[in-house]
């Protein structure tokens, strides 16, 4: 645990924060931190907007096998796929009901950001894995 902790400080990308009790770092919202007394390192996934809520056992699992980078990536990817289902239910839904168009467009907008965004992960993925071989 104490090597992913350090891999995601020195990662460029990555946002180091020093504060009372504790290190943390951040990536993608997906946050790791390391408290300064007992030495303890959790990893938080922002499942909601407002709070962090520690991962499964078997996330901890692909940071072990992946690494802190890409398994934060992997992990995003997800939730984009995610989103991208979601939004493809939402559409349907209003197309079988209202038909709203104004609806219609502001979840066709909200599916083309969260395309661009997956887009830009793959390539940076893609990138790592080239710089890696």
Known sequence: MHEIFDEAKKDYATTNLIDTGYEACIFLGVKITKDIITKQIKIYDPNSVNYYIEIESQLYKKFFKNGWKKAVI????????????????????????????????????????????????TQKLNEEKKENI
Do not use: A, C
Not at 98 to 116: F, G, M, T
């Open 74 to 121: 992997d992990l995003t990817l997800e939730k984009y796929k995610d989103k991208l289902e979601r939004i493809k239910l939402s559409v349907s839904k209003e197309m079988n009901g209202n038909q709203s168009p104004k609806r219609l467009r502001i979840l066709k907008e909200s599916r083309q950001q969260i395309l661009n965004k997956y887009y830009k992960l």
